[in-house]
């Protein structure tokens, strides 16, 4: 079992940066990838932007390119989200994900393990 913990939620105004961070711990394997996903009351989980092992990959949603910046640090078993610009619709549970294969993945159902996920509400 592998477990994801979310850490670097909160409360901000429009406008402001945020760091999320997500501790990964148990049978992670040696190469897997890593996502954040986000969810709004009432709406779908969706895809925010994802990671290769090594790092040299990122891929972003169009809603939060050039804003947000994926990264990883593989010697402490950590993603993390840095948000910048941070807009009202950028308000969520944030959550960070980890896949068994090389290869991104976008879709929720791509991914094998879930965290619990952090909160984030921006306002106006």
């Known amino acids: 079992q592998v477990q994801l913990v979310e850490t670097g939620g909160g409360l901000v105004q429009a406008g402001d940066s945020l760091s999320l961070s997500c501790a990964a711990s148990?049978?992670?394997?040696?190469?897997?990838?890593m996502g954040w996903f986000r969810q709004a009351p009432g709406k779908d989980r969706e895809f925010v932007a994802a990671?290769?092992?090594?790092?040299?990959?990122?891929y972003y949603a169009n809603s939060v390119k050039g804003r947000f910046t994926i990264s990883r640090d593989n010697a402490k078993n950590r993603v993390y989200l840095q948000m910048n610009s941070l807009k009202p619709d950028d308000t969520a549970v944030y959550y960070c994900?980890?896949?068994?294969?090389?290869?991104?993945?976008?879709?929720?159902?791509?991914?094998?393990?879930w965290g619990q996920g952090t909160q984030v509400t921006v306002f106006s």
């Open positions: 148990g049978r992670t394997f040696s190469i897997n990838s």
């Open positions: 990671i290769s092992w090594s790092g040299g990959n990122t």
């Open positions: 994900a980890l896949r068994n294969e090389y290869g991104l993945g976008v879709a929720p159902y791509e991914y094998d393990y």
